[in-house]
């Protein structure tokens, strides 16, 4: 369910939590959760357990029930608190974020005051999240994003600042006519030279791309159910 959030479910949550690489990660992080579809998705897609962080109170009390209806109950706990305060027991594997993109408060003339926040980075600076996560890491972990593609290029000039390097990079493009307009990206502490792929979602006549469809093919329950 996604009805008290204030971002509902959209193609970027799906296509991150489909890109984001586990492996055999025991602990994942979730920052700024809403409806909780990314740590279900991990939760789907590992045995790790899982913290979802999310400061918004409705959009926690929704992650939190959709965690508690889920088959990962046992596995994931959500948290109502700013990503700045979430004190954590460990550090992770793997950092998962749909993070607030619009940059210094930009575009605020939104009509809905909860959606704004959540779109805008006021509580959540890319700054602060690159802190936030270099402390939550492990040496060998991943931090894994999705952002419109320039705030993406400018994410990742922010991040080599704060000691997090580029491991992965994936275009993203709506149509093959059209230009790039999402960047899927994932950091590390160490620096090494990244991989860059593209990715195409829909074909010219607006029907799925092949590779979106098996991409998307075990997460089809989730776009239908919320």
């Given at each position: 369910?996604?009805?008290?959030?204030?971002?509902?479910?959209?193609?970027?949550s799906?296509?991150?939590?489909?890109?984001t690489?586990?492996?055999?990660?025991?602990?994942?992080?979730?920052?700024g959760?809403?409806?909780?579809?990314?740590?279900?998705?991990?939760?789907?897609?590992?045995?790790?357990?899982?913290?979802?962080?999310?400061?918004?109170?409705?959009?926690?009390?929704?992650?939190?029930q959709?965690?508690?209806?889920?088959?990962?109950?046992?596995?994931?706990k959500?948290?109502?608190?700013?990503i700045?305060?979430?004190?954590?027991s460990?550090?992770?594997?793997?950092?998962?974020?749909?993070?607030?993109?619009?940059?210094?408060?930009k575009?605020?003339?939104?009509?809905?005051e909860k959606?704004?926040?959540?779109?805008?980075?006021?509580?959540?600076p890319?700054?602060?999240?690159?802190?936030?996560?270099?402390?939550l890491m492990?040496?060998d972990?991943?931090?894994w994003?999705?952002?419109?593609?320039?705030?993406?290029?400018?994410?990742?000039?922010?991040?080599?600042?704060h000691?997090?390097?580029?491991h992965?990079?994936?275009?993203?493009k709506?149509?093959?006519?059209?230009e790039?307009n999402r960047?899927?990206?994932a950091f590390?502490?160490?620096?090494?030279?990244?991989?860059e792929?593209?990715?195409?979602?829909?074909?010219?006549?607006?029907?799925?791309?092949?590779?979106?469809?098996?991409?998307?093919?075990?997460?089809?329950?989730?776009?239908?159910?919320?």
């Amino acid at each position: 369910m996604q009805d008290k959030a204030a971002m509902k479910l959209g193609t970027d949550s799906v296509l991150l939590g489909c890109f984001t690489k586990i492996d055999r990660a025991k602990c994942i992080v979730d920052i700024g959760t809403g409806t909780g579809i990314l740590a279900l998705m991990m939760a789907q897609k590992s045995n790790a357990l899982i913290d979802a962080v999310e400061i918004d109170e409705e959009a926690f009390k929704q992650a939190e029930q959709n965690a508690i209806e889920s088959p990962w109950h046992d596995r994931i706990k959500v948290h109502h608190t700013a990503i700045q305060n979430f004190q954590a027991s460990q550090k992770y594997d793997i950092i998962i974020s749909n993070p607030p993109y619009y940059r210094n408060a930009k575009n605020m003339g939104i009509e809905d005051e909860k959606r704004a926040l959540a779109r805008h980075d006021k509580d959540l600076p890319f700054e602060d999240l690159c802190i936030e996560v270099y402390r939550l890491m492990k040496e060998d972990a991943l931090f894994w994003l999705i952002l419109p593609q320039k705030e993406g290029l400018e994410f990742i000039q922010i991040a080599k600042q704060h000691n997090l390097h580029l491991h992965h990079l994936i275009n993203i493009k709506p149509k093959p006519e059209k230009e790039v307009n999402r960047l899927i990206l994932a950091f590390g502490k160490s620096n090494k030279t990244y991989t860059e792929t593209s990715f195409t979602i829909y074909q010219s006549d607006g029907t799925a791309t092949t590779e979106y469809i098996d991409l998307t093919k075990d997460f089809y329950l989730w776009k239908d159910r919320n």
